[in-house]
């Protein structure tokens, strides 16, 4: 009897084999889950979307071989052990193809930086194509192949047939044509995530985007829905949706009426609403108010958003995350907490509060009902007052920027009792002291301290000692009177940023040590440093000694960090010459080593500094030719090099090789020859200043080419530059300046620098008129051509330069009238015409006899006010026959020709009437008739008003 039975489950396990063998034989694709005896594993993929993964590899080009565990060969048969590929238990099929770069913690930290700064975004895949053999994964329900540089292509049709599809996201996928509509076939799709990508025609957003009925996550971001009017109705088209980001999508306010906007159908659901960096006004207040009690995460950053928030505020219970920066908001900050109290009277839930960059005002109010709040962002407002003490009760703050408003006061210990969480302290540019005994200890660790322009002197803060982990200090204009302390380098290991500048800080910088383990930013100019530089800071990416003593030679950059960005040493006591090994520093960006006392030839290998774009050498003692190797250098946009002893002729190549100049400064230096007209090809050009040279010939022609000056207006004004370290998002930025003569006193600009356009030939040898064309440049707010010898008339048309304040035409050989048009230029403030040879009377006009007299003074032919040589018939000189802005000539041939048309005008009127009868009758019986008309409309008036 067991025989048999052995016998039967033999026979039935044999015909179980062999069903399914023959099974496998009608579809192959069928995986039994037999061992691999070749592999000695389970192998579990099934064949045709194993394919499909393989051609979908084809269509990538992998930079980093990420994906080499997908193949062919025996041992990589199994695509369920792919990366990146996950199978069902059950089934088998792959129901996961995750290839973004979101899918590790680090990396998705990364992205959300990038997101920040989409321009600087890195690929771990390269998109040729998509393949088609992609809709064979009848089973997919998670398709993440964010991050995958598809170069602009259009996302294939055959995406919409990935029906089974629950989660989809092509972020920052470089996809662009038009929107994809056929994602609206997609009915069971839940997370869609199509931001930062490059789609165009949103206009058919609302053919497809609302038949995604079961959509939880939709974000849309940095795609262009300007022309979408709708978005607000269309996106209330989707029920169960719990999150909503459309940052930075160029969203137009909704333009329905309130009614019809609080009547809109909504999803219940909302918890998260991101919609920063758009165009909205508080109308988009009246459809939160109906979502408004389900809300946890709310950002309406950086729109249109203008007065105070509505009463409806007041049901956010379930807050926790409340971001109306960067708006238009005003009134009492103790109001718009007071709306988001009233009826949570015990609300603990708001985490994050940011109403900074708007105009709010009055003091800080009680915030310890926000027992829960970790950051507090109210920099950038109006706010005024003291800062309350009991924000030392709210223990788990990790994060206070009260920067940039007018808070005033004492700050001492009891405001931070609690605060064993603070990570970020921000108090900047108020008029607050910090007071604190010398022995105190903080009860947190700062990670980030700025407290710039806060009182902090006169001795160095002694509680910064216990800070063992930050990384970012500014203590800046902080009235300090004192030497550092020996133990603060050696608090300054980790640190990213340090800024001591504009204090009264002495330090000898001699035996100066520490081993910075990144490359920090160092500013320390403006105070009392004494010494040479020391190596330890040639380990810096920026460095800014600029405003102290510092002495010695800058050999330091034979040594200094090949990746160094900014270095700033001017105005210090540096000498000797210009060392040869810059060839590395092939990052810098920008170079300022003016008002020192360096000597010698400026070395050609400056020359090799490919990325810079601001060299400024001012006041040295450099000599020699100005070295031709600076034609590498493309990128600059400022060259100062005014104040040297530099000669030769100016070089033609900064016309043609450095067209990105906005400034060129080459005064006071011993510059000749003529003036090169392929500087007219400096089209961006501001600022161009030769004066204070040796420089002959005439002015060029071709000034009316140099493109910005012959412009009104369309300038920033600060010229400001952003660039980048190596290491990831770490950028730098900084605003030129420039110092330059202005109404005859040396001036620096920063603020206003790119609103200041300026040419300054003055204190050179040229020669021959002052060419017409020179007036097409109707963006110049400065002219300044004196000290030379130039001839001829000014140009008639000269009043086209509406923009001028100041004019210096002084101590040339000008001759004629001064034109009339030169009244017209209503913002002149400064003009200078004296020791020329103009003639006549200066034109009248609401300008130009508000001058000083000394203004035209020793041109001897010249009268009129202000001058006290009055004009005379006597004085009077002809106009010249070549002024445009003549009128004619009065000459005895005029005289002649009014005598006789007064003859012929007099006799053929008076004359008829005095001769024909019937024509003196019809003239009198008119005169009659005309007064009798007059009469009546007289009485008639009167009668009215009565």
């Known amino acids: 009897m067991e025989g048999d039975r052995i016998r039967c489950l033999n026979k039935l396990l044999r015909a179980l084999i062999l069903g399914l063998t023959l ?17 000695g594993g389970v192998m579990r993929c099934i064949e045709r979307e194993r394919e499909a993964l393989l051609a979908f590899k084809q269509g990538l080009v992998d930079h980093y071989n990420l994906l080499s565990s997908w193949g062919r060969e025996v041992h990589k048969q199994d695509c369920c052990t792919w990366a990146g590929v996950h199978c069902s238990n059950r089934t088998n099929h792959v129901t996961q193809l995750n290839l973004g770069w979101s899918s590790s913690p ?34 997919l329900k998670y398709l993440d192949l964010s991050w995958i540089n598809f170069n602009g292509t259009r996302l294939p049709d055959f995406i919409g047939s990935l029906s089974n599809l629950r989660h989809l996201d092509l972020s920052f996928a ?38 995604l009925s079961s959509l939880t996550y939709l974000d849309l971001s940095w795609n262009n829905l300007s022309n979408v009017p709708n978005w607000l109705e269309i996106v209330s088209k989707l029920p169960k949706l719990t999150n909503l980001t459309l940052y930075q999508c160029g969203l137009p306010s909704p333009a329905i009426h309130s009614t019809t906007l609080f009547n809109m159908n909504s999803s219940k659901y909302l918890t998260h609403v991101d919609l920063r960096f758009n165009r909205l006004t508080s109308s988009i207040f009246v459809w939160l108010s109906k979502t408004n009690a389900s809300l946890v995460h709310l950002d309406l950053s950086s729109n249109q958003i203008e007065g105070g928030i509505p009463q409806s505020f007041s049901k956010l219970c379930n807050l926790q995350i409340l971001d109306l920066s960067g708006n238009n908001l005003s009134g009492q ?40 709040l970790k950051e507090l962002l109210l920099y950038y407002n109006q706010l005024s007052g003291t800062i309350p003490e009991s924000i030392g009760q709210m223990p788990n703050l990790e994060c206070i920027d009260l920067s940039m408003n007018a808070l005033e006061g004492v700050v001492s210990e009891i405001h931070f009792s609690k605060l064993s969480r603070l990570r970020y302290l921000a108090l900047s540019s108020n008029l607050l002291a910090l007071n604190f005994h010398s022995d105190w200890i903080p009860p ?23 800070q063992n982990e930050y990384a970012y200090l500014d203590i800046s204009n902080a009235e300090i009177v004192d030497i550092l302390p020996s133990w603060f380098w050696g608090m300054t290991r980790n640190v990213t940023y340090i800024n001591l500048s504009n204090n009264q800080i002495g330090e000898m910088f001699a035996n100066l040590t520490v081993d910075f383990v990144y490359h920090p930013k160092v500013q320390l100019s403006s105070n009392q440093i004494e010494g040479p530089i020391p190596p330890t800071l040639a380990r810096a990416s920026c460095l800014d000694l600029s405003n102290n003593k510092i002495s010695g030679s800058i050999s330091i950059l034979c040594e200094a960090y090949n990746g160094l960005l900014f270095l700033n040493l001017s105005s210090n006591n540096l000498s000797g010459e210009l060392p040869e090994c810059l060839t590395h520093l092939d990052n810098l960006v920008m170079l ?72 060129m400064m080459l005064s006071s230096n011993n510059f000749n020859g003529s003036m090169p007209s392929e500087l007219c090809r400096l089209t961006n050009i501001q600022n161009l200043d030769v004066s204070n040279n040796i420089i002959s010939g005439t002015i060029p022609k071709c000034l009316n080419d140099l493109t910005v000056l012959a412009q009104k207006g369309n300038s920033s004004p600060i010229l400001q530059h952003l660039y980048q370290r ?17 109404k005859g006193r040396m001036h620096s600009y920063r603020n206003t620098l790119g609103l200041v356009k300026r040419i300054d030939f003055s204190s050179n040898r040229l020669t021959g008129e002052i060419p017409s064309e020179i007036t097409d440049l109707v963006g110049l707010v400065s002219l300044n051509l004196s000290r030379n010898g130039l001839t001829g008339e000014l140009p008639a048309k000269i009043g086209k330069l509406q923009s001028l304040d100041a004019l210096d035409l002084s101590r040339n050989q000008i001759h004629g009238r001064i034109p009339t048009s030169l009244a017209q230029i209503y913002g002149l403030s400064v003009l200078d015409l004296s020791y020329n040879n103009f003639i006549g009377k200066i034109p009248t006009g609401t300008q130009l ?46 005289y002649v020709s009014m005598a006789l048309g007064f003859i012929v005008g007099f006799w053929g009127v008076c004359g008829s009437l005095i001769f024909i009868r019937p024509w003196r009758y019809s003239y009198f019986r008119f005169l009659n008739t005309l007064n009798d008309w007059f009469y009546v409309r007289v009485i008639l008036i009167k009668r009215h008003f009565n």
């Open 23 to 39: 099974l496998q034989c009608v579809n192959p694709s069928l995986s039994l889950g037999f061992k691999n005896i070749s592999s």
């Open 106 to 139: 680090k990396a998705y930290s990364q992205s959300l930086q990038q997101k920040r700064h989409p321009q600087y975004i890195t690929y771990a895949f390269q998109g040729k194509m998509m393949s088609p053999k992609l809709i064979e994964l009848h089973h």
């Open 174 to 211: 470089s996809f662009g044509g038009r929107f994809p509509s056929q994602v609206g076939n997609l009915t069971h799709l839940q997370y869609l995530d199509l931001s930062f990508n490059y789609f165009a025609n949103a206009e058919n957003l609302n053919s497809w985007l609302p038949h």
């Open 333 to 372: 900050l103790s109001w718009l907490v007071q709306i988001l109290m009233s009826t949570c009277p015990d609300q603990n839930s708001l985490e994050i509060l940011s109403l900074s960059s708007n105009h709010l005002s009055g003091s800080i109010p009680n915030l310890t009902k926000y027992s829960s």
């Open 444 to 466: 947190f660790q700062l990670v980030h301290i700025c407290l710039r322009s806060c009182k902090m002197g006169p001795y160095f803060p002694k509680w910064l000692r216990t």
């Open 592 to 663: 300022d080593l003016s008002y020192n006392a360096f000597s010698g030839k400026i070395p050609s290998t400056v020359g090799s500094l490919y990325q810079m774009k601001t060299l400024k050498l001012r006041s040295n003692r450099f000599v020699g030719e100005f070295p031709s190797s600076f034609k590498n250098c493309t990128s600059l946009q400022v060259i100062d090099v005014g104040y040297n002893k530099l000669s030769g002729r100016v070089p033609k190549w900064l016309g043609v090789s450095l067209q990105n100049l906005v400034i």
């Open 726 to 742: 190596d290491d990831f998002f770490d950028g730098v930025g900084y605003m030129d300046d420039a110092t330059f003569v202005w």
């Open 849 to 894: 006899q508000s001058f000083d007299p000394s203004d035209y003074a020793g041109n001897p032919q010249l009268c009129g006010p202000p001058l006290p040589k009055m004009c005379g018939d006597q004085q009077e000189t002809p106009i010249s026959s070549n002024e445009e802005e003549k009128d004619e000539l009065i000459t005895w041939g005029f």
